[in-house]
């Protein structure tokens, strides 16, 4: 059985609540992902979920239009 894990990583250039949006809905598409937090004014994007890739969600915040800075 697999278990559920929190990751977090650091997404820059986001500026409003449609950006948070943008992110959390491309995110919230990778495999494995059970749930989805993002902080706009910090950017930290909290990801909760068993057997995500990190190169998975590094291409969903491109493709919402933003960058994955670091993982933590």
Known sequence: MAVDRQRTYNVT???C???VAAVEQQ???V???SEVDVDLASGAL????SGVDDEAVRAAVETAG?????HA
């Open 27 to 29: 995110v919230g598409r």
């Open 17 to 19: 609540e449609h950006c």
């Open 31 to 33: 495999a494995g992902v």
């Open 13 to 15: 250039g986001m500026s």
């Open 66 to 70: 933003y960058s994955l800075a670091a």
């Open 46 to 49: 909290v990801v909760h979920g």
